[in-house]
């Protein structure tokens, strides 16, 4: 879901799939909940919201039944509309809610933040009237044309990531590299080698183009229609 009201792009401070990017909003002292909230798409929390009930807005803490999970609003269920034609201030409302719930967001422009969700922030303002449950969500993307020319990015510290396989092909190069400089080191220095004599193994190596072209002369060769002498009469 992409919501662009005179360049407001929603979706900029969404997180993908089942996970929450709202997590843990603390609720006012006088009560003992907490709230989640992931913007566009459901979520699951592990405790009763789901993305099957296709959850937005996620009401936690001992007063709903020993930390359970209450939804406040549902995706397909959500609405916008500008409350301050001149700001272009912009409310969201999530209705159909546990037992009418209802989530009401207002999205606060904030030119110091940055677009994306890590430098956006959510705070819960009031449960009034009762389960009508107030949020306030500041952005740099709720700015009119704040995220026009793209999301801003935060630097961070950059984090080396390699799959198995790459970690496979880094050991085994490593050690073909290590093979060649012992090997060439040994040849040398032991046996007095030079040339191409200090390639350890060398007559495999400067056979093996050979011996993989006989074997694929021997593969096809089985697999093509033997000639035969044979006439038919």
């Not at 009763?48 to 939804?71: F, K, N, P």
């Not at 940055?114 to 107030?134: M, V």
């Not at 935060?154 to 198995?164: D, E, F, M, P, R």
């Not at 006989?214 to 593969?219: A, Q, T």
């Amino acid at each position: 879901m992409t919501v662009d009201t005179d360049s407001f792009v929603y979706s900029s401070i969404s997180e993908f799939f089942i996970t929450i990017r709202f997590n843990l909003i603390p609720s006012d002292p006088d009560h003992s909940y907490s709230y989640a909230f992931n913007p566009c798409l459901p979520f699951n929390d592990g405790t009763g919201c789901s993305v099957e009930d296709d959850t937005a807005v996620c009401q936690r803490g001992t007063r709903t039944g020993g930390g359970l999970s209450i939804s406040c609003g549902a995706q397909r269920n959500t609405s916008f509309k500008v409350t301050d034609a001149k700001t272009k201030e912009v409310q969201m409302t999530i209705v159909a809610g546990d037992q009418g719930r209802i989530a009401i967001i207002d999205l606060e422009c904030d030119q110091e933040l940055s677009g994306d969700a890590a430098g956006s922030n959510i705070t819960f303002l009031k449960e009034e009237p009762r389960y009508h449950y107030n949020f306030k969500l500041r952005s740099k993307c709720a700015c009119v044309d704040g995220c026009q020319g793209g999301i801003p990015q935060i630097k961070k510290a950059s984090t080396l990531l390699i799959s198995i396989g790459s970690a496979l092909l880094i050991g085994v190069f490593c050690l073909i590299v290590i093979y060649l400089v012992a090997g060439i080191l040994f040849m040398k220095y032991k046996r007095g080698a030079s040339g191409k004599e200090l390639i350890p193994n060398h007559i495999f190596w400067f056979s093996l183009p050979g011996l993989i072209k006989d074997g694929f002369k021997f593969v096809f060769r089985k697999c093509r229609k033997a000639d035969s002498d044979y006439v038919e009469i």
